[in-house]
Structure formats: C-alpha cells, structure tokens
C-alpha cells in the first residue's frame, strides 16, 4: 500500500490532470508559454492583451464558450489525462492452448478467429465485429450524415444507435390530437437508410428521453416504422445533464419551446429577440429535460415498452457513481433488458459544455471496473446478469479486447462514438473532393489514387458482393465498412495471439496491469504477479 500512496504523491507533484482556460475545442489559446497549472491562466497576464484564453473571449461572446466550436460540424472529446486508463492494461499472448478451435499451425490462424458476438435476452441481435455506433442523434453532424453512418454500419454488420429529440426537431413533425407524434419524416429517413442494406446483423436502436417518451416516440416509430428495439436513456459520458443542440433561427427556436423544449436564451424574450436581430446574440440553445429514475417507474416503463410491441429493450446510463450503476446493472437484471451499455467519461459529443465534459463523471476504467464487480457479485447470487457493452473513448481493436477481457465473461460489445463517425464523415468529404469541390483531393489522399476504386481498398470487396449496387454505396458507409475492417482484422490478430478464436473465449487473465495503482483499480494483476504461481510452479518442479 505505501507503494501505491507513494505513486499517488509522486503523480501529484509532477502532473496536472487537466488545463483549463485554453483548448483548441473552443478555438482558444494562451499567450505565454507559462501557465499556472490549476487556474490555466498566463503566469503573467498583461493589462492589454489581445487574447485568445477562454476567459479573453468569454469577455465578447459569454456563454458561447461553453460549448466546442463550431457546432454542427465538430465532434469533441475531453482531453483530460486521468490517473488510471486502458492504455495501462496490455495484453497477454501464449505460445501454447486455442480456445475453440483445433490447436494446430493449419488450423489455428487469425484468419480463423471468429470476431462475431450477440446480445439480447429472447429474441438476440447477432454482430460481425463486437462494436457499435455511439448514439447518433439531433446534432446537425448525426443529421447531416446520417446516410454515411446508417449504410455503413448497416454492409458492416454492426448495429446502429439513433439517438434522442430526432422526431422533436424534426422540421416535418406533425402531432395528432393526443399531442403525440403522427408523422416524422426524419425519423422514417433514419430507419429506412439503415434497413435498406441490412442484412440480419445488427440492428437500430431507437433511443427515448423524458420528450421522446411524452412525444409518444416509441409508438410511432414501433407502429408505423416496425423498429424492434428501443433503448432507454439514463445518461452519457460526456455529460450529466439532457441532450443539447444549437439553432440559426429565432421562428426556430420560439417552435421548438412550444414543442416542449427548454430553449435558452428564452426566444420569447424582446431583449434576446432584438439581440438576436442586431447580431451580437447568433445561436439559441435547445436543452432536454434532466430524467429522474425510480425503481417502480422504471419497470412500468419496460413494461409498457413490451406492451407496445418492442422485442427488445435496451439502456444506457452514464458515467454516474457506482450507486447509480449498481441501480442500472440491478434493475436490468430484473427487467431482463436485452443490453446495458455503460458509457464512462470523458466521452464523446456533437455538444456538450466543454468543462463538464472535462470534469464530470467516472472515466471509463474505474466504472467498468465497478460493473464487473457489480456483474459478478449478481453472478455469485444466482441473479441473470444483464448483456453489457462498454463505451468511452474507444476508437482501436486493441480498446475492444481490453474491454472485452476486463468486462469478461458479461461484456458482449463496445460502443464507439467518435471512432465510427469519423471514417463516414472522411468518406463523404472524400466524395465532394473527387467531384472537384472544396479545393479537390488533398494530397493524402491523392498519394492512394484518383478514383474511388483506387482509393478505397474495400470498394472492389463492395463491388463483387453488390454489384452494380456499389456505385449507389455513399463513399462515407464504404469508408466505415473499410474502418470496421481494419478493426475486425486486428482484433483477429490480437485473440489468435491470446489464443482465443471466438469472442465468447475472452477472459480477465488475457490482461494484466503494467502499474500497481491500476491493479488496485481493476484488479487485473500486476505484471509482475500475472500467472506468478504457475511459473514458479515450472521452476520448482
């Protein structure tokens, strides 16, 4: 223990977790080099000075600085530097035994790995690759884009998270006389994008908040849509309060208050209508309402949920304390929800408050450390363990092996945000540069080729298996086709190596922690103690 306490100390003498007052997310920066570590202030700030820190802008656009710039075509995560992450764990490899395969050179190669998983209690949603989509919501980046990622995740086998208020912005939204969603033709595109190359893998989640549910969300798009799966929302990583966009337009803003909406600066204001008109006032805020969870409550609504016709019920919860983790692993088991994916911090966001992203929350290792303990004291009472998938801040196969290992056997998937949304947004702007737009192809991607056929690996694979059809495939779904392969490839390289050739295969002891403060976290063994007993066990002999 004095060992650990003597790491702590050290770390806190030499290494300030995190900076404020200056982040390239709110297009901001200091002006000296010498910045006082707790406040992110300039060691020396001059009367005078011509900016850029937070606190030099805030002085102009004031609540502006809240959030990462410039919305709608940005997506953040915090760059906080936790004590403890997944790039303190590594992985083991062996040089003997395969899992679920015959142990021979012939048989056993990566190639050979078998990367698929499922999940759900009754009716289960099979996927190639053990990843999927972060929930993609009313942020103009999940609008704009949304063919991208719907098609993409669609030919690659994984499932599809539509995120919360897509029917309450909706510019198409009609209500019929019980105040509830008659026709969203925003959320019939989503649907209809992702089904028309879906393939029995995968599947979309519809995901409800305390509007989506009084807007009778999850009657329309289960009646009229036949979506299967809904998913409940508790919370994200990225922050603890409701879903958040921005909006160009003063009619815009003044309809979605009438929708139910908190909008803020309040549209109905004069003072903010004319500042809105004069132009110092550019954007309104929509903010969701906070939820709040009960026991009873939260049965009822599962229930209803299954009344209405749902197959599966999904939650995510977010980046709580272990008493609400412990309140969503419980009561999950209880509901038999078909999956619980918990989201750690920092997270990944279209918007979120900057500083809370940075400072909010359990970061992801310690709360899933906390969910395997949870899982596995249900285990031990006999209870069913509800289907789990980690999330927060994962973008590489190695990430979802050491999920996979540290959630073991009750982790099933990992959620990716930001890491599949990026190859569809290169994808589609790789589209624009090949018509000419925007300046042509850059010089990394023209060093690939010319033509989407040279510079897509995976478009002739695409090609052979549609045909024709590929020349419709949007270059965005065929660059996270392209993405999900690298992943799958890898992750089969990393479990042959670990001598796991099915996912189920996956264990604790497939990792071990390079420092004692992370053993304390996770209590994955240290280096120096992984498979201890068994080497001197050969020495001794």
């Not at 999940?142 to 063919?147: D, F, L, M, S, V």
């Not at 003072?271 to 049965?299: C, N, T, V, W, Y």
């Not at 510079?455 to 020349?471: C, H, Q, R, T, W």
Request: with cysteine; glycine share 10%; hydrophobic share 35%.
């Amino acid at each position: 223990m004095a060992s650990r306490l003597n790491i702590q100390q050290v770390r806190k003498t030499i290494m300030n977790l995190q900076r404020p007052n200056a982040n390239e997310a709110l297009e901001t920066k200091n002006r000296s080099r010498n910045v006082a570590p707790q406040s992110g202030l300039c060691s020396r700030c001059i009367d005078g000075c011509k900016g850029n820190c937070d606190l030099f802008r805030a002085t102009f656009r004031g609540r502006e600085l809240l959030y990462p710039q410039p919305f709608g075509s940005i997506t953040a995560g915090a760059d906080k530097d936790y004590p403890v992450d997944y790039s303190h764990l590594n992985i083991n490899g062996y040089a003997m035994g395969a899992n679920g395969i015959d142990p021979n050179p012939d048989a056993a190669t990566f190639p050979n790995v078998d990367t698929e998983t499922a999940f759900g209690v009754d009716s289960k949603v099979k996927m190639k690759v053990p990843i999927f989509t972060g929930a993609l919501g009313s942020t103009d980046i999940a609008r704009k884009n949304w063919e991208h990622f719907a098609i993409g995740a669609a030919i690659s086998g994984i499932t599809l998270v539509c995120g919360e208020n897509v029917c309450g912005i909706d510019p198409g939204l009609e209500f019929n006389g019980n105040g509830k969603v008659a026709k969203s033709p925003e959320m019939d595109r989503r649907v209809k994008e992702y089904r028309r190359y879906h393939e029995g893998y995968g599947d979309i989640l519809v995901q409800m908040n305390v509007e989506d549910t009084r807007n009778g969300v999850a009657e329309y798009v289960i009646e009229k849509l036949g979506v299967e799966t809904i998913e409940l929302k508790w919370g994200q990583g990225a922050k603890c309060i409701g879903g958040e966009i921005k909006v160009n337009s003063l009619e815009r803003a003044i309809e979605l208050k009438k929708r139910g909406y908190i909008v803020t600066p309040d549209p109905e204001v004069p003072a903010f209508q004319a500042a809105f008109k004069a132009g110092p006032l550019k954007q309104f805020e929509r903010h969701s309402r906070l939820g709040f969870i009960d026991q009873q409550g939260f049965m009822d609504e599962v229930d209803r949920l299954r009344k209405l016709g749902a197959k599966r019920i999904t939650l995510k919860t977010g980046a709580y304390p272990m008493r609400e983790l412990a309140m969503a692993i419980r009561w999950s088991s209880d509901a038999k929800i078909d999956l619980l994916t918990i989201d750690g911090a920092p997270g990944g966001t279209g918007m979120s408050p900057w500083r809370m992203m940075c400072e909010w929350g359990v970061p992801a290792i310690y709360l899933h450390s906390m969910a395997y303990e949870m899982c596995d004291r249900l285990a031990k009472q006999g209870r069913p363990v509800p289907d789990i998938a980690f999330a927060g801040g994962f973008s590489s196969e190695d990430h979802v092996f050491k999920a996979l290992a540290l959630g073991a056997p009750y982790c099933k998937a990992v959620c990716m945000g930001r890491a599949l949304m990026i190859p569809g947004m290169v994808g589609k702007n790789t589209e624009k540069w090949l018509r000419g737009e925007q300046g042509g192809l850059p010089s990394t991607v023209s060093k690939f080729g010319s033509t989407k056929e040279e510079i897509f690996m995976n478009y002739e694979v695409l090609k052979e298996k549609y045909g024709s059809e590929a020349d419709n495939l949007p270059l965005g779904a065929v660059g996270i086709f392209s993405a999900v392969d690298k992943i799958k490839v890898g992750l089969q390289q990393i479990m042959a190596g670990s001598r796991n050739w099915k996912v189920e295969y996956i264990s604790r002891k497939d990792i071990f922690s390079l420092t004692e403060e992370c053993e304390n976290v996770t209590r994955i063994p240290y280096v120096m103690n992984a498979y201890r007993e068994e080497a001197l066990q050969i020495i001794d002999a």
